[in-house]
């Protein structure tokens, strides 16, 4: 326990490092996908399967996070890197956005910003939400084959949003 302190000083010492660490290991494993030398459609799948699978094998990090949500990112403000860590993930977002608008596969005009936030809503709601929403519509949202249909279902509704036509207007009900 004293060894605990001399490092980190206290508590919040040591879940300001947890907190650090985690969000360190997605960005390093992040970077591995090479979504650089990736083909458009392939480095989204790539991004898209990886977060999806990643949640689902690190409830850990889903409850950092619903924690550090609760106290309105009370530490993780305190955590400059943590931002920093972003930039190289947005930066390969945004490339791959780019290269797709490019060679006529994505549609104009997506924020990686917001593509980034839907992914990660598609990828982790169910979990959060899994007991709730288990009782709700009387269904094992923990089912493996629930969860594999879970992630097709959001990998073809994300890249549909990528690829769809913006300009052409979906009907409005009732005419």
């Not at 608008?101 to 598609?122: C, E, M, T």
């Amino acid at each position: 326990m004293r060894m605990i302190y001399h490092y980190f000083g206290n508590k919040e010492g040591v879940y300001l490092a947890v907190l650090e660490w985690v969000y360190g290991d997605i960005r390093k494993r992040e970077q591995q996908l090479n979504l650089a030398d990736a083909e458009p459609v392939e480095g989204m799948t790539r991004l898209i399967l990886f977060t999806f699978d990643f949640f689902a094998g690190h409830s850990d990090f889903l409850a950092l996070i619903s924690t550090e949500n609760l106290l309105k990112a009370k530490y993780l403000k305190r955590l400059p890197s943590v931002q920093s860590m972003m930039v190289p993930l947005l930066d390969s977002i945004g490339d791959l956005l780019q290269r797709g608008q490019r060679l006529g596969l994505f549609r104009p005009g997506i924020d990686a910003v917001q593509f980034y936030v839907s992914l990660v809503a598609q990828s982790q709601l169910h979990i959060l939400s899994r007991h709730t929403l288990s009782v709700l519509f009387n269904q094992d949202l923990g089912d493996p084959e629930w969860l594999a249909a879970r992630r097709r279902h959001s990998l073809e509704m994300l890249l549909a949003y990528l690829t769809s036509d913006p300009d052409r207007e979906a009907p409005l009900p009732g005419g």
